[in-house]
């Protein structure tokens, strides 16, 4: 069993390849810099570059993994900002649509990330993967983004989607969160009653390795854990488990003036997404509570 990983140098690629090394998969990751792909796997994982060589890879026994795209967290959205976050997504999905059907190969599997964004701001009643596109700038990214490879199903090409909630692991989403617990000003944003929906790290590559090896499975899933928890909450726990307490709610103004649009679309709405489809497939969370998630990567 091959995977090609494009984005696999990333927070979630790199714990990907390690998974797969483990369970015997050959891997090869797509990168706009190949160089660093060694530096970061050590020999064993072959780094490529986009434009070439990795079409004779194709066929039946090659599962390719698109997760590549620029980092939606990293720095103000400006108006550059947000469409290198929607073209980077949709050329990497374009570029892999191209090459696959270029070779006349079909691979075993597309595993396509997107995000639970999908939905758009949602109230407080769960919603699973039938829930409809929302509005929104990044409803209308995940929107492209899965649209860029849809042609593969009309190819006989079996998709999955990836519809994943904040991923907690070491980096990420995570980390930012410490520090203003750490000096004892933690708390949520805003009112606190919009849904986070979260994954642990372990369950999220897992999830992905899941689908990648079940060939019953194609279409959405909800990449999230079965207990989505509402700011507030995640804030006190996180509090708790840090031994800070909560402090205040961070006034939407202040976010605002920090983040931008970013805000809004990330911070002060959400969703309680459930991984229904996840779970009606067999996948069994490790880390289905928060606490036991958080303890496990904090402590
Ligand atoms: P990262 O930002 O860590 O990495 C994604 C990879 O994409 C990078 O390693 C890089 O690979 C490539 N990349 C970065 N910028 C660009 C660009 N401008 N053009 C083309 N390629 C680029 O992402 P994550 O690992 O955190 O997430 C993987 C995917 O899952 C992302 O697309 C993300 O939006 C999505 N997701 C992540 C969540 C999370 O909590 N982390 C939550 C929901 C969705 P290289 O430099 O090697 O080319």
């Not at 050329?91 to 599997?109: D, E, M, N, V």
């Amino acid at each position: 069993m091959r995977a090609i990983i494009a984005g696999g140098t990333g927070f979630i690629g790199q714990q990907l390849v390690r998974e797969l090394k483990e369970h015997g998969w050959e891997i090869v990751v797509l990168s706009r810099n190949p160089g660093k792909v060694a530096d970061a796997f050590g020999a064993g994982v072959i780094g490529m570059p986009w434009n070439n060589g990795w079409s004779s890879l194709l066929g039946p026994e090659t599962t390719v993994v698109n997760l590549a795209g620029e980092n939606i967290a990293g720095g103000r959205w400006s108006a550059a900002k947000k469409r290198r976050i929607l073209d980077s997504r949709v050329r990497a999905g374009q570029q892999i649509l191209r090459t696959i059907r270029q070779s006349g190969k079909t691979p075993y599997a597309l595993i396509q990330a997107s995000a639970v964004g999908y939905y758009g701001p949602c109230g407080s009643s769960p919603i699973d993967e039938y829930a409809n596109n929302g509005t929104g700038f990044l409803a209308e990214v995940t929107r492209a983004w899965e649209a860029s490879t849809a042609e593969l199903e009309s190819m006989g090409v079996r998709r999955c989607i990836l519809r994943t909630g904040m991923v907690l692991g070491h980096g990420g989403a995570l980390k930012k969160m410490l520090l203003p617990f750490k000096l004892y000003m933690g708390g949520s944003p805003g009112t606190g009653f919009q849904g986070m929906s979260w994954i642990h790290m372990a369950d999220q590559v897992g999830a992905i390795r899941f689908l990648m090896e079940n060939p019953e499975t194609s279409g959405p899933y909800n990449l999230t854990a079965p207990g989505p928890v509402s700011a507030e909450k995640f804030a006190h726990t996180l509090g708790t488990i840090l031994e800070r307490p909560y402090k205040a709610p961070v006034p939407p103004f202040a976010l605002r003036l920090l983040f931008g649009e970013m805000a809004d679309e990330i911070l002060l709405s959400g969703q309680f997404a459930l991984p229904e489809r996840l779970i009606k497939a067999g996948y069994v969370f490790r880390f289905p509570e928060l606490a036991d998630a958080l303890l496990d990567i904090l402590k």
